[in-house]
């Protein structure tokens, strides 16, 4: 029997070490995987490059993560909001690195990582500072900007339900990156609302299959705040 | 005589929404742009995006009715109408990228009369760059609206021959709304269609770095 429902945190989290690169679902406060990225500063792994649409705010999850000196490098298109103090000191001081992406581009790097595609040519960011360095091709009369897939070792996604083969909903906006980065990492680990029972979730309705999710910890938090 | 009175954000942003017909998908950017759905009358159906994933969307709910799942891309509370729907990021973008978008409505720091546009970056403070999704959407809408005040705070030109500040896109603006004037880009630069009443092509043109032409 298939059961990718895990107890604790402790088995949710294992093998992910230092050095990893780690996408991070969550498009402001809403879909963002906290209880998951609170067990990443409690098991001390360091160096890590964050891939994630936001820099955090306040001093909880991500933002947390990096006030604690756990990450090196940040891939992002916003690293800015109205309270992400951490990620600001952190960039002046030269204490983490950043990679900007226009953010559709981010999305559909882990797109391509997850479908096998190795690169693929885009009109976004054609002529600016972001393509510098980057090969560009004349593609229909248009130029085109050359981007590469973006893996991650682990994905951490929030879900709404899911079931015990890793089938996923999302809840609203919620959604975001969280499907795309499940596809788009070696190892996908799921904190979500509701746990259902299989068979339970429409067939026609599932956002996210069960092949691309490997573990599932049951997390009923509520509703995101801020 | 009568007296130059600028158009406000509001009336700027319902001069915008008079443009737009049903039927449009549109996305609007943050500030400005936002204030057109309020002047888009609800049974002219226009259809709104925001690039987190939501198609269809419908105006802040009222107090005590909030939804803290759903929110837009300024990270506002929103409401979805009835028809509206949820995509992930991916093909959040594959709708913009794709050139599904009849329309973009973005803010600006600079237009340059070829079309270029600087919205996200300026070269003169000291945080981190930020750009979400603008250079998506300017790149990747079927056309590109701007509206923005006509001068900065300290009453320099943002219509210019060539933008100073980093590029958002090239040759992506189609038109602009200001709080002066309506003005098409054309491939003979700025042509003004509309000015507030009591503004003369002199005066507008003293306001404007770069030569205007008038129909």
């Known amino acids: 029997m298939i059961d990718k429902i895990v107890p604790d945190m402790n088995a949710a989290m294992a093998g992910v ?22 067990a990443l500063i409690e098991r001390d792994v360091r160096d890590l490059t964050i891939v994630a649409n936001n820099s955090g705010g306040g001093v909880v999850g991500l933002a947390h993560l990096m006030q604690r000196g756990c990450v090196r490098r940040l891939i992002c298109s916003f690293p800015r909001s109205s309270n992400s103090t951490v990620f600001e000191e952190l960039y002046r001081a030269g204490k983490i690195e950043l ?25 976004t960011s054609y002529g600016t500072k972001l393509a510098e360095g980057k090969e ?3 593609i229909g009369g ?26 996923l909903v999302f809840n609203k906006s919620g959604r975001n990156f969280n499907p795309v980065m499940a596809m788009a990492a070696r190892t996908t680990i799921v904190q979500t609302q509701h746990v259902v029972e299989l068979g339970a979730l429409d067939p026609e309705a599932i956002v ?17 705040v801020g | 005589m009568i007296e130059t009175k600028p158009w406000s954000r509001d009336a700027m942003a319902a001069r915008l929404a008079h443009d737009v017909p049903e039927g449009w998908y549109v996305n609007l950017g943050i500030g400005i742009p936002t204030m057109v759905a309020d002047h888009v009358p609800v049974e002219r159906e226009v259809i709104f995006h925001s690039e987190n994933g939501v198609l269809g969307m419908g105006p802040a709910p009222p107090p005590g009715a909030v939804d803290p799942w759903l929110i837009n891309a300024g990270k506002k509370h929103v409401t979805l109408r009835a028809g509206g ?6 093909d959040s973008f594959g709708m913009i990228r794709g050139g599904h978008l009849d329309l973009c409505v ?50 320099r030109p943002k219509l210019v021959e060539r933008c100073g500040y980093p590029l958002t896109a090239l040759a992506a603006v189609t038109r602009i709304y200001t709080n002066f004037a309506v003005l098409d880009v054309t491939a003979g630069g700025f042509a003004v269609i509309e000015m507030v009443p009591g503004m003369t092509r002199e005066a507008l043109q003293e306001r404007t770095a770069a030569r205007l032409a008038f129909a």
């Open chain 1, 17 to 38: 070490v230092s050095g990893s690169t780690i996408l991070v679902g969550g498009f402001g406060s809403v879909g963002q995987p906290n209880a998951l990225i609170e």
């Open chain 1, 99 to 123: 990679e900007i992406v226009p953010q559709g581009t981010m999305a559909e790097r882990m797109r391509a990582a997850g479908a096998g595609v190795g690169a693929f040519y885009t009109p």
């Open chain 1, 136 to 138: 560009t091709r004349e």
């Open chain 1, 142 to 167: 248009r130029m085109h900007v050359l981007e590469y897939a973006l893996h991650g070792d682990v994905a951490l996604v929030e879900a709404w339900r899911a079931d015990r083969w890793g089938n």
């Open chain 1, 208 to 224: 996210t299959p069960g092949i691309f999710v490997d573990r599932v910890l049951h997390v009923p938090y509520g509703d995101p």
């Open chain 2, 85 to 90: 729907s949820y995509c992930h990021h991916a």
């Open chain 2, 106 to 155: 973005l803010g600006a720091f600079e237009v340059a009369e070829n079309g270029d546009i600087a919205n996200w970056a300026t070269s003169e403070n000291d945080t981190a760059p930020a750009v979400g999704g603008a250079m998506d959407l300017a790149a990747g809408a079927k056309r590109l609206w701007v509206i923005m005040e006509h001068t900065t705070k300290d009453g």
